[in-house]
């Protein structure tokens, strides 16, 4: 027991003292040595050191920094009902005026059809002040507003064979109704050979 307790005692007397390097080189003596230990150490320390690079900047000096102007809202509305129809509007700061109101249309059986309606009106660069009106429904987006080009009247002519085509595709519709409720299964190859044809590969009549 009294070995294992000066082993241990040797060896922790050895960890505390300062390390030294020892000379190999014959014919050095002691102070020789500690000279050589010390230069080492003071080339290890400043090996260490290392100054920190100081970050460039790579902007130009002439360039000026844009900024913006905050626009503040005067004004903000909005009403949510329980049936899915609402009313918002909002007005801000460099003369923006906006509004708009949705509700759900019974378009069918089961189908309903969002329908929104609103306008809002700004200020051009040139000092013009737009006024835009829009409805948007299960016919599409329609707008309204003086600054809006509009195309030259459609002739007679042109609008009467328009008419006529569109009450053809009426027309085909309302057979094809009929006749998928006559003869499902005759429709239903309609359908296919229909959708052969979109895909470009055409059946055999």
């Given at each position: 027991?009294?070995?294992?307790?000066?082993?241990?005692?040797?060896?922790?007397?050895?960890?505390?003292?300062?390390?030294?390097?020892?000379?190999?080189?014959?014919?050095?003596?002691?102070?020789?040595?500690?000279?050589?230990n010390y230069?080492?150490?003071?080339?290890?320390?400043?090996?260490?050191?290392?100054?920190?690079?100081?970050?460039?900047?790579?902007?130009?000096?002439?360039?000026?920094?844009?900024?913006?102007?905050?626009?503040?809202?005067?004004?903000?509305?909005?009403?949510?009902?329980?049936?899915?129809?609402?009313?918002?509007?909002?007005?801000?700061?460099?003369?923006?005026?906006?509004?708009?109101?949705?509700?759900?249309?019974?378009?069918?059986?089961?189908?309903?059809?969002?329908?929104?309606?609103?306008?809002?009106?700004?200020?051009?660069?040139?000092?013009?002040?737009?006024?835009?009106?829009?409805?948007?429904?299960?016919?599409?987006?329609?707008?309204?507003?003086?600054?809006?080009?509009?195309?030259?009247?459609?002739?007679?002519?042109?609008?009467?064979?328009?008419?006529?085509?569109?009450?053809?595709?009426?027309?085909?519709?309302?057979?094809?109704?009929?006749?998928?409720?006559?003869?499902?299964e005759a429709?239903?190859?309609?359908?296919?050979?229909?959708?052969?044809?979109?895909?470009?590969?055409?059946?055999?009549?």
């Amino acid at each position: 027991m009294k070995i294992l307790v000066t082993l241990s005692a040797v060896l922790a007397l050895t960890f505390a003292l300062p390390q030294r390097r020892v000379s190999l080189r014959p014919g050095l003596n002691e102070q020789q040595t500690n000279e050589e230990n010390y230069e080492y150490k003071t080339e290890y320390v400043q090996s260490e050191y290392r100054p920190l690079k100081p970050i460039e900047d790579f902007r130009s000096k002439d360039q000026d920094l844009e900024t913006s102007t905050v626009i503040p809202i005067i004004s903000f509305d909005k009403e949510q009902e329980s049936d899915g129809s609402y009313k918002t509007s909002y007005e801000t700061g460099n003369h923006i005026y906006a509004e708009e109101q949705g509700y759900f249309k019974a378009i069918g059986e089961d189908k309903d059809a969002l329908v929104q309606q609103g306008s809002y009106s700004y200020t051009a660069p040139d000092g013009q002040v737009i006024n835009v009106e829009y409805t948007a429904d299960e016919l599409g987006f329609r707008v309204k507003g003086d600054h809006i080009p509009t195309p030259p009247p459609v002739s007679p002519e042109i609008q009467k064979g328009l008419d006529l085509i569109y009450a053809g595709i009426q027309a085909n519709k309302e057979r094809a109704e009929i006749e998928a409720r006559n003869n499902p299964e005759a429709a239903k190859q309609q359908e296919e050979k229909a959708a052969l044809d979109y895909k470009g590969l055409y059946y055999e009549q």
